[in-house]
């Protein structure tokens, strides 16, 4: 570490972060408000003189009451389980509900499906009887005119 003084220690950014409990930019943003001392290492990185009345900031890994707390998280832990396990068989049944029923839907289009094929198959033939009924009651077409009739026509018309 730096060396001592009497207004307080002469620090990294990073070593003075480890002191405090905080992060390196909150110790660079302290420095400033506070107006702490700041000078170039040999090796380049600056130093500040971090003052021995600091207020040092907890860490929350060094909480006094850890094992409550991980008693807590592990209380927590199982009833997530316990969600999980019972989330995951109600899934299980709406997938099943719904396997079901996209069969009985498949089912109903399959029925629906072999009606109008039926329905289909009535229709042509009904067209086909209808067409040979028209062509039986359909009148004869008259007889053409001869090459003399038509030119008899054409100067008739002239």
């Given amino acids: 570490m730096g060396g001592r003084s009497m207004d307080g220690q002469w620090m990294t950014y990073t070593e ?14 302290r420095a400033f408000r ?7 290492g040999n090796d380049g990185r600056t130093r500040v003189r971090v003052p021995e009345d600091a207020p040092v900031t907890r ?3 060094a909480l006094p ?5 991980v008693l807590a ?3 927590h832990i199982a009833t997530l389980k316990t969600d999980i396990e ?14 079901s029923e996209r069969a009985a839907h498949q089912e109903q289009l399959a029925a629906a499906m072999s009606q109008l094929v039926e329905l289909a198959r009535r229709l042509a033939a009904i067209a086909e009887t209808q067409a040979s009924v028209e062509i039986a009651e359909a009148e004869p077409e008259p007889p053409r ?3 003399l009739g038509r030119a008899w ?3 008739l018309r002239n």
């Fill in 153 to 155: 026509g054409w100067l």
């Fill in 16 to 29: 003075a972060a480890a002191r405090l409990g905080v992060t390196p930019e909150a110790v660079r943003r």
């Fill in 86 to 99: 019972r989330l995951t068989a109600e899934l299980a049944a709406e997938r099943a509900e719904l396997a």
């Fill in 65 to 69: 009451d850890t094992p409550a707390l």
């Fill in 73 to 75: 998280l592990e209380a």
């Fill in 145 to 147: 005119r001869s090459t």
């Fill in 59 to 61: 860490s929350p890994t």
């Fill in 34 to 40: 506070s107006h702490w001392a700041r000078q170039p």
